[in-house]
Structure formats: structure tokens, C-alpha cells
T-cell receptor, first 118, second 113 residues
Framework: GAVVSQHPSWVICKSGTSVKIECRSL??????MFWYRQFPKQSLMLMAT?????????EQGVEKDKFLINHASLTLSTLTVTSAHPEDSSFYIC??????????????FGSGTRLTVV | GQQLNQSPQSMFIQEGEDVSMNCTSS?????WLWYKQDPGEGPVLLIA?????ELTSNGRLTAQFGITRKDSFLNISASIPSDVGIYFC?????????????FGTGTSLTVIP
């Protein structure tokens, strides 16, 4: 089945620095990828949707200049948390769908990235 | 962003009991999905529903896509300890702005042996 690889699985960074998280579809091409953040014991909150070849669409309240999303190719999307602060500490998860399967909407998820800003 | 209302928020049941949880939305979705998430991991797809009224099973799991396309339920029969985890519903639709994919608020399931 479809596999989505997310890297790194965890990262600790200093406040004010930037962190890049990668999301790769390993055995399929993904025209659409989603980025979520999840706080402890809460649901996944959609941050943005990226479609290959166009700019990401951000959800209301998500700062596009702070969370830079680049859908660089059909197999790679990156999320960069710029000038990170402790309140950005969270679990970030990406998901992707195989564009070949137009009837299948079961997006595959990465294993997540635990970001801790100190 | 939009979030789907999921209930109950948590459940504590005895092994062998059946479980039922549901998800509602104020707006229509074209596809409903149910996921399970273990701590520190990404969600794993359990069941996908594509048509209003559809009833689909996957082993001990059964899910239905509501007729109004605004709700869905998931049943787990004869629960076992490994069913422990957090279950999320998710709705997908295609809008003029592109694909939209939102999650429910989650149901935490604890199975007591």
C-alpha cells in the first residue's frame, strides 16, 4: 500500500530558529498533501493544503509566513516553521493521496514529527 | 478550520463489549473515513465510505455514511485490548478551492481486560 515518510520524527530547536519537516510519498505520486498539527489529547487540526504546482491554501488563523509550505514535487512536501517559539511545540503530521486512484480518498498519513521549541 | 463533532469523547468498556461512536458535521462531505491513532503515531485508515447510505465492514468494524452526508458512525464488535486508542472520523470533499479534509474531535477508547 501507499507509504508516506515523514522526517524527522522528532526535533528540538531553540526559540527563534527555523525547522524544516519533510513529507515524502515513497511509492506513489501525490498531487495533494495536507499538513496538520496536533496538541496533546486533541484532534488533528488542518493547517494547510498544498497542491503540486500551486500555492498552498492555509486554514483561517494559520500564519502563512510562519508556516512555509512547499510542494516541491509530486513526492515531496515540506513544512518550515520559521522563527519558532515554544507555543509552536506540537505534533505535526502530513498526509498524501495517490493521484492515480481518483476514487480512493483514503489519504495516507506520515508518522508525525514531534517539535519541541526550547 | 472546520472540525467535525465526534462523540463520545471517551469510552471505558469491558473486553468483549461492543462500541459505537458517531460523527456529525454542519456541512456535507463526499467521503467519510475512520482512522485509529496510537500515541506518537500518525492515523491509520480503518474504513472509507464513498456513498451516502453506504454500510461497510472491515472485520469487527462496521461504519455507515449517513443519508444526509453530514454524519457517520463506527461500530466495533467484541472489543479486544488492542482496540485501545483514539479513533477519529474524517470528512473529505472537493471544493472550488481544492480538496478539503477535516478530522473529528476524536474518541478515546479504553478496553479493560
Amino acid at each position: 500500500g501507499a507509504v508516506v515518510s515523514q522526517h524527522p520524527s522528532w526535533v528540538i530547536c531553540k526559540s527563534g530558529t527555523s525547522v524544516k519537516i519533510e513529507c515524502r510519498s515513497l511509492d506513489f505520486q501525490a498531487t495533494t498533501m495536507f499538513w496538520y498539527r496536533q496538541f496533546p489529547k486533541q484532534s488533528l487540526m488542518l493547517m494547510a493544503t498544498s497542491n503540486e504546482g500551486s500555492k498552498a491554501t492555509y486554514e483561517q488563523g494559520v500564519e502563512k509566513d510562519k508556516f512555509l509550505i512547499n510542494h516541491a514535487s509530486l513526492t515531496l512536501s515540506t513544512l518550515t516553521v520559521t522563527s519558532a517559539h515554544p507555543e509552536d511545540s506540537s505534533f505535526y503530521i502530513c498526509s498524501a493521496r495517490d493521484f492515480r486512484d481518483s476514487e480512493y480518498y483514503g489519504y495516507t498519513f506520515g508518522s508525525g514529527t514531534r517539535l519541541t521549541v526550547v | 478550520g472546520q472540525q467535525l463533532n465526534q462523540s463520545p469523547q471517551s469510552m471505558f468498556i469491558q473486553e468483549g463489549e461492543d462500541v459505537s461512536m458517531n460523527c456529525t458535521s454542519s456541512s456535507i462531505f463526499n467521503t467519510w473515513l475512520w482512522y485509529k491513532q496510537d500515541p506518537g503515531e500518525g492515523p491509520v485508515l480503518l474504513i472509507a465510505l464513498y456513498k451516502a447510505g453506504e454500510l461497510t465492514s472491515n472485520g469487527r468494524l462496521t461504519a455507515q455514511f449517513g443519508i444526509t452526508r453530514k454524519d457517520s458512525f463506527l461500530n466495533i464488535s467484541a472489543s479486544i485490548p488492542s482496540d485501545v486508542g483514539i479513533y477519529f472520523c474524517a470528512g473529505h470533499r472537493v471544493m472550488s478551492t481544492g480538496n478539503q479534509f477535516y478530522f473529528g474531535t476524536g474518541t478515546s477508547l479504553t478496553v479493560i481486560p
